[in-house]
Structures are given as structure tokens and as C-alpha cells.
């Protein structure tokens, strides 16, 4: 089953906007992570937020976590078109879980010059 | 160089003809695991494994088969592939579950008619 799931599917803009992604999941978690993918190529860590924190920062990344809507935010700011790519969120089983990951369906993010 | 190495990268095979996958890290990592990418779909897990000779399934394990004898190595078999089996297949590893980030193979990029 699904547990993350991204808003927008897909989103363009302009180089030095920003770009803000959403994830939903469904059950309680241990952290939340964010990944890149580069056209049909390996997923590539960008950032980890565990339950008990609310935000985190690295580089031109923001992340955020409310625990209580059950949602994260990937925020990339002064964007540049090698920032194009597919994001994912991906989740812990959580307490019934376990070990499992679970990734959402991913926003593509087109960014142009 | 940390990495994670799957092989073959491209494979187009016949219906319930045996193949398996395989993935390799050297990063002396605990945790392994497998993923199929669907268009629209994410990725979604098929098995994980915590650490040697103790595996667990995922969201989509029906037609495959995993084992882990060597902490190194965790092969993805397919014991009679079908047209629904037609994927890109990711393997990750981490140092210990979910709770960590993940490491990606290239991807594997399997056909079946």
C-alpha cells in the first residue's frame, strides 16, 4: 500500500524560482526522507527528518514535518535547471510497519533556463 | 568507492524462463533491499532484508524470491517471470533498516514478453 503521497504530480518553473513539494502519509512514523531521481537513474538521498523534529535545512533545501496533518514539505529555493528531476518522499513502516519503506508516486519538477 | 552494483542493467527475457538480479554493496551494510518502478506508481518494495538469512516482505513480494547468505549479496530471483514482472528494479542498502538512508544500484531495467 502507499503510504506517501506527492503534491503536485508535476511542476515548472522558471530558474531562481522556488519549488515547494508536498507529501501525505497515512500512519505514524519514525522519520520521513526525501529523494531525488535524475530520468530513470538511482535514487539519491537528499534529506532525513525524523517525528521529532519540525524542520531541517541543507543547503538550498528546507524540509518540514507536522507530525499531527500527517505531512512534509520539500522546499528548494533559487532553483536552477539541474534541480530537474523527480522528487520522492519516502516513509518507515511506523509501529506496525516495521522495516518496510514506503515511497510515494513522486513530483516531477521541470526547471527551466 | 561506496556503491551498489546490480547486474545485468538491461534484461529481456521470455515468459517463466528463471532469472535472477543481482546486487552487491560494499558498504558493509546491514540493511538490503529490493524495488520495482512503475510509471505513475513510485517505487514500491518487494522484499528487505534486516541482515543474513533474515528477510521480510514488502508491499508487492508475489513472483519473486530473495535470499541473503552473505551480507554483501542480495540476489532477486525470478522463478517464472511474467509480462505484469516488466519493471525498472532498484536495490538499496542501509547501514541498519529504514531509519537511515538509503544507497541505490543503477537500476535494472528488465523486459518480459
Known amino acids: 500500500s502507499q503510504q506517501g503521497e506527492e503534491d503536485p504530480q508535476a511542476l515548472s518553473i522558471q530558474e531562481g524560482e522556488n519549488a515547494t513539494m508536498n507529501c501525505s502519509y497515512k500512519?505514524?512514523?519514525?522519520?520521513l526522507q526525501w529523494y531525488r531521481q535524475n530520468s530513470g537513474r538511482g535514487l539519491v538521498h537528499l534529506i532525513l527528518?525524523?517525528?521529532?523534529?519540525r524542520e531541517k535545512h541543507s543547503g538550498r533545501l528546507r524540509v518540514t514535518l507536522d507530525t499531527s496533518k500527517k505531512s512534509s514539505s520539500l522546499l528548494i529555493t533559487a532553483s536552477r535547471a539541474a534541480d530537474t528531476a523527480s522528487y520522492f518522499c519516502?516513509?518507515?513502516?511506523?509501529?506496525?510497519?516495521?522495516?518496510?519503506?514506503?515511497f510515494g508516486a513522486g513530483t516531477r519538477l521541470f526547471v527551466k533556463a | 568507492e561506496a556503491q551498489v552494483t546490480q547486474n545485468p542493467r538491461y534484461l529481456i527475457t521470455v515468459t517463466g524462463k528463471k532469472l535472477t538480479v543481482t546486487c552487491s554493496q560494499n558498504m558493509n551494510h546491514e540493511y538490503m533491499s529490493w524495488y520495482r518502478q512503475d510509471p505513475g506508481l513510485g517505487l514500491r518494495q518487494i522484499y528487505y532484508?534486516?541482515?543474513?538469512?533474515?528477510?521480510d516482505k514488502g508491499d508487492v513480494p508475489e513472483g519473486y524470491k530473495v535470499s541473503r547468505k552473505e551480507k554483501r549479496n542480495f540476489p532477486l530471483i525470478l522463478e517464472s517471470p511474467s509480462p505484469n514482472q516488466t519493471s525498472l528494479y532498484f536495490c538499496?542498502?542501509?547501514?541498519?533498516?529504514?531509519?537511515?538512508?538509503?544507497?541505490f544500484g543503477p537500476g535494472t531495467r528488465l523486459t518480459v514478453t
Open positions: 538499496a542498502s542501509s547501514f541498519q533498516g529504514s531509519l537511515y538512508e538509503q544507497y
Open positions: 519516502a516513509t518507515d513502516g511506523g509501529i506496525t510497519g516495521g522495516f518496510k519503506t514506503i
Open positions: 500512519t505514524s512514523i519514525n522519520n
Open positions: 527528518i525524523r517525528s521529532n523534529e
Open positions: 532484508s534486516m541482515n543474513v538469512e533474515v528477510t
